[in-house]
């Protein structure tokens, strides 16, 4: 049973366009949500998180969106870099009286491609 | 800061056998969070250490074991290996109650279980 789902098992963008990655979640207990980017041989690292109370988080050229009554999620990417190229992991988390949890739910992924 | 180092990278052992996975947490950091990433699949928890003690267990059977050591590396053992443990493993550190970018993962270890 998939918690967290990300159906887009790959995207392929061109380079200075947006790039959107979806992800939607099933537990409506989840109260904190992370987009993780992987390279290969390497861990993953935290890109962007967003609280539930928040749809909007920002930072730099990485944007998340929560639509917490549909239940989904998406990083844009603005504008996609070709270094950009690499694995996203959309994760949640239950929080622990107010601090972060560390006990993450990942979904799948989705492999990002950024062609010159 | 000396960042998550994670010995061995790759691993083969065979089915029954037993395992012993290690991970260095960043500097200062007192919490240890192990997962198993299949091949074509996100990370799923494991556990969790915090300051010695167990802290937290995702869906794995009792044969996936773990220490916290004093200095806060850790150890993930597993005992009867099945074909189904291979996997990468990963370890992220973190210290209780800070913002999620300030968790750092190691680069896994690859076991391969023939």
């Known amino acids: 049973d998939q918690q967290v789902k990300q159906n887009s098992p790959s995207l392929s963008v061109q380079e200075g366009r947006i790039s959107i990655l979806n992800c939607d979640y099933t537990?409506?207990?989840?109260?904190?949500f992370l987009w993780y980017k992987k390279y290969p041989a390497e861990g993953p690292t935290f890109l962007i998180s967003?609280?539930?109370?928040?749809d909007k988080n920002e930072d730099g050229r990485f944007t998340v969106f929560l639509n917490k009554s549909a239940k989904h999620l998406s990083l844009h990417i603005v504008p996609s870099q070709p270094g950009d190229s690499a694995v996203y992991f959309c994760?949640?988390?239950?929080?622990?009286?107010?601090?972060?949890?560390?006990?993450?739910?990942f979904g799948k992924g989705t492999l990002l491609t950024v062609n010159p | 800061e000396t960042g998550v180092t994670q010995s061995p990278t790759h691993l083969i052992k065979t089915r029954g056998q037993q395992v012993t996975l290690r991970c260095s947490s960043q500097?200062?950091?007192?919490?240890v969070s192990w997962y198993q990433q299949a091949l074509g699949q996100g990370p799923q928890f494991i556990f969790q250490?915090?300051?010695?003690?167990?802290?937290g267990r995702g869906n794995f059977p009792p044969r996936f074991s773990g220490l916290q050591f004093p200095n806060y590396s850790s150890e993930l053992n597993v005992n009867a290996l099945e074909l189904d443990d291979s996997a990468l493993y990963l370890c992220?550190?973190?210290?209780?109650?800070?913002?999620?970018?300030?968790?750092?993962f190691g680069p896994g270890t690859r076991l391969t279980v023939l």
């Open positions: 994760a949640a988390d239950l929080s622990n009286s107010g601090g972060s949890n560390y006990k993450l739910t």
């Open positions: 500097s200062g950091h007192n919490t």
């Open positions: 250490y915090y300051r010695e003690e167990e802290n």
């Open positions: 537990n409506s207990m989840f109260d904190y």
């Open positions: 967003i609280s539930s109370i928040k």
């Open positions: 992220a550190s973190s210290r209780a109650v800070l913002s999620y970018n300030e968790q750092f």
